[in-house]
């Protein structure tokens, strides 16, 4: 089976990092390129953090700098969780790899046309660089087979009780995508915080010994403290379950529904609103993964780090 | 002293008002002080017919008071296509036997409050125009306001858009002033009345026992779940008459508490019940939200509220 194209659009940010240490051995992805956002921190610090993570992994792929903030408002960012520099203060290596010269969007288009309508894109962070991709290049639609993002939920939220971050953060943005005609996979909250991995489960992975699988437990620690005082033990891998559901979606449980993001309200701006329990329906634009397979899931990251 | 609890009960009936209004009279733990109704399901004037000929079938001996048409900041909104061009459609009901107090709902529900020696509980299955008009009119009364018991909204999602549910959609304004009022708040929302389904073999039980009341309620049944078998559904849920049964046996519900905020704007969430997991607002939590029911036990609460009738009519 050919593998699938993607571009990987994140804001490196600590479980974007070990969403790439996952998708570099994932056998079904083929990853041809990086796209940077404003997200979990600053944009010079994502795609720092992008060419560095590139740069630890030995990983020759190219980076494009995306949007520095939201496309209408003001930025919004997540360094209490990540840390100031986005990798919880850890050093990543010094690297002489640069960005390349055309900016995200750009980049996805041209990818889109060279893949000629089987590109796919991974978004983990703000829909910022997306958004902007389908306001310029009206033939966008056409060459993107699919979009699997982790944002959103059907029900609570984690930046504020309604939305969750990376919606949150660029709802017109996210808006924009669920809107452009290609069918969104969303990988909210509803499963991603059944996407758990046990502070046991990180020492085993760290167990395999390699820098890669040292470097996957300790990157975490923070948000391990982080999350013990939301009363939640362990770390929720968001990012990564995206990855894995963009490679095989076969242990995860999702349904199809109409989606929009609330953009106005006085306490809901950012949240994602779907069908999927209303009386009411709409179009369907996408699907919303609900659950999954924590054990397989958990079995399938031991695996793909057992290969470093 | 009374050992029960005196209720207010507000409501645009309706067939799940109805079955809450069937459960609370045969009811031995509540006292009805008083009746009112509001704008919903149907226009003011079709729920205040249905209100007094549901309380002339069930015998419930109180004051009744009709509300307003428009909710408290809006237009109204109704739901013939649930509940019939009546907004009570199926059996046929008694002419009311009772006249409507010359008073507003609003002002009969100040007055009973007033009156009662004890705090009194509002039982609200409709949107929340009159507890919300009464919060705002009659703030000296609050202390007096044991409890408010809603249908309404879901912590989860909505069924009318898909963000909100139907009363709170309705007025959001008013259950804004509700949420906000600091009175203690049962909530059934969807999260819960979507699990207290009353299946068709329910009907027949209900149907079997024979006495007057039981068979219109068999047949309220039939015609509401005529319309939910149209989008899917495998029984009726009966939402209103989770409210009243958080009163009667609350050990049959599960609950958990939160700070839960109505949003009133927003191009998709108008409406919504916005429920604070994570204490991000540093809230108290202002509702117990009913989150799961024992179905079979809310079904034999039905069943034996309706049985009550046919002992009374002896």
């Avoid at chain 2, 509002?122 to 809603?150: D, M, R």
């Avoid at chain 2, 259950?175 to 009022?181: G, H």
Wanted: charged fraction near 20%; proline fraction near 6%; glycine fraction near 8%.
């Amino acid at each position: 089976m050919t593998p699938i194209p993607v571009i990987l659009d994140c804001d490196p940010g600590v479980d974007d990092a070990i969403a790439f240490l996952l998708a570099k051995q994932l056998p079904q992805l083929n990853v041809l390129a990086i796209t940077s956002v404003a997200g979990n921190v600053g944009l010079e610090y994502t795609t720092y953090n992008a060419l560095g993570l590139l740069e630890f992994l030995d990983w020759d792929i190219p980076v494009y700098r995306g949007a520095s903030g939201p496309i209408f408002r003001k930025r919004v960012e997540a360094a209490e969780v990540h840390g100031s520099n986005g990798m919880a203060g850890f050093d990543l290596p010094h690297t002489r790899r640069e960005v390349e010269g055309i900016n995200a969007w750009d980049a996805i288009h041209k990818y889109a046309v060279e893949q000629q309508g089987s590109l796919e894109i991974i978004a983990v962070g703000p829909l910022t660089n997306l958004a902007m991709a389908f306001l310029k290049y009206p033939d966008l639609p056409h060459l993107i087979k699919r979009i699997v993002i982790m944002g959103g939920a059907a029900s609570e939220g984690n930046a504020t009780p309604a939305a969750e971050f990376n919606i949150y953060a660029d709802p017109e943005a996210a808006d924009i995508v669920f809107c452009a005609g290609v069918p969104v996979h969303m990988c909210g909250l509803d499963m991603t915080m059944k996407a758990l991995m046990t502070p046991t489960e990180l020492d085993q992975i760290a167990a395999l010994g390699s820098k890669q699988a040292i470097f996957f437990r300790d990157v975490v620690q923070d948000i391990v403290v982080f999350m013990s005082k939301l009363g939640i033990t362990g770390i929720n891998m968001h990012d990564p379950a995206a990855v894995l559901y963009a490679a095989d979606d076969s242990i995860f449980k999702a349904y199809p529904a109409g989606i929009r993001v609330e953009t106005k309200g006085s306490i809901t701006q950012g949240k994602t609103v779907t069908d999927l329990f209303s009386d009411a329906k709409w179009p369907k634009n996408g699907f919303v993964a609900m659950d999954i397979d924590r054990e397989a899931f958990v079995k399938r990251v031991f695996e793909l780090m057992s290969k470093y | 002293m009374t050992s029960k609890i005196p209720i207010i009960l507000d409501g645009d009936p309706g067939h799940d008002d109805a079955i809450a209004w069937m459960l609370a009279k045969a009811s031995d733990k509540l006292e009805i002080l008083a009746c009112t109704s509001v704008s919903g399901n149907q226009s003011i004037e079709k729920t205040s017919l249905n209100a007094r000929r549901v309380m002339t079938l069930l015998g419930i001996d109180a004051p009744f008071a009709m509300g307003r048409e428009e909710p408290l900041h809006g237009e109204p909104i109704h739901a013939a296509n649930v509940h019939g061009e009546t907004g009570l459609d199926g059996p046929a009901l008694p002419e009311p036997a009772l006249e409507p107090e010359p008073v507003t709902a609003v002002e009969l529900m100040a007055k009973t409050i007033s009156a009662s020696s004890e705090p009194v509980t509002i039982v609200a299955t409709g949107p929340l125009t009159n507890v919300g008009a009464l919060l705002i009119l009659y703030p000296e009364l609050k202390p007096k306001i044991a409890h408010i018991s809603i249908m309404g909204g879901g912590l989860a999602f909505g069924n009318w858009t898909p963000a909100a549910e139907f009363n709170i959609l309705i007025d959001p304004e008013a259950a804004d002033v509700v949420y906000k009022s600091g009175v203690p708040l049962t909530m059934a929302g969807l999260d819960v009345t979507l699990k207290a389904l009353v299946f068709p073999e329910d009907f027949e039980r209900i149907r079997a026992l024979g006495n007057r009341v039981a068979v219109v309620v068999a047949e309220w049944l039939d015609f509401f779940y005529n319309f939910h078998r149209s989008l899917g559904y495998t029984g009726a849920p009966v939402h209103d008459a989770v409210a009243v049964a958080a009163l009667i046996k609350p050990e049959i519900l599960t609950a958990r508490d939160y700070y839960v905020q109505i949003e009133t704007s927003g191009d998709f969430c108008r409406g919504a019940t916005v429920a604070d997991h994570y204490g991000f607002t540093n809230q108290p939590p202002n509702t117990h939200a009913l989150v799961d029911i024992d179905r079979e036990a809310f079904v034999d609460l039905l069943a034996e509220a309706a049985a009550w009738y046919g002992k009374e009519s002896e």
